[in-house]
């Protein structure tokens, strides 16, 4: 067994596509009318909540998800120079690594790790 995808859920497919798309300047892999797959080593799936989901809210949560980067400092100035909104700074945390987290349009909460 493998992983083979993260899907994250979003109310605005125009919106999420610009953003992972343009923004974050990921390649889609494949792209549909209801979801676009980015290749991040998996399939980070951004996929469009069509309300199939009842009583249960998708959109706007922590995803759980780092990405990691090189130069989390550089990328997070490069980011937020991009308009991206972060929760706080690039932190270094008890165990070592640095983290930063941000939104994307729905309000999904995603991680930079370093």
């Known amino acids: 067994m493998k992983i083979y995808g993260l899907r994250i859920w979003v109310d605005d ?3 999420a596509k610009r953003f992972y798309g ?11 009318e209801m979801a676009v797959g980015y290749d991040l080593g998996i399939d980070l799936i951004v996929e469009r909540d069509d309300g199939s989901h ?6 706007g949560r922590f995803v759980g998800t780092s990405i990691q980067v090189d130069d989390i400092q550089a990328t997070y100035e490069a980011l937020k120079a991009k308009g991206v ?5 690039p932190e270094k945390m008890p165990w ?7 939104k994307d349009p729905a309000g999904n909460t995603l991680t930079l790790l370093q």
């Open 54 to 59: 009842e009583g249960e809210n998708l959109v």
């Open 13 to 15: 497919m125009a919106a």
């Open 85 to 89: 909104p972060f929760v706080g700074p």
């Open 22 to 32: 343009e923004t974050l300047s990921l390649t889609a892999k494949w792209d549909m």
């Open 96 to 102: 070592g690594g640095i983290l930063a987290h941000f």
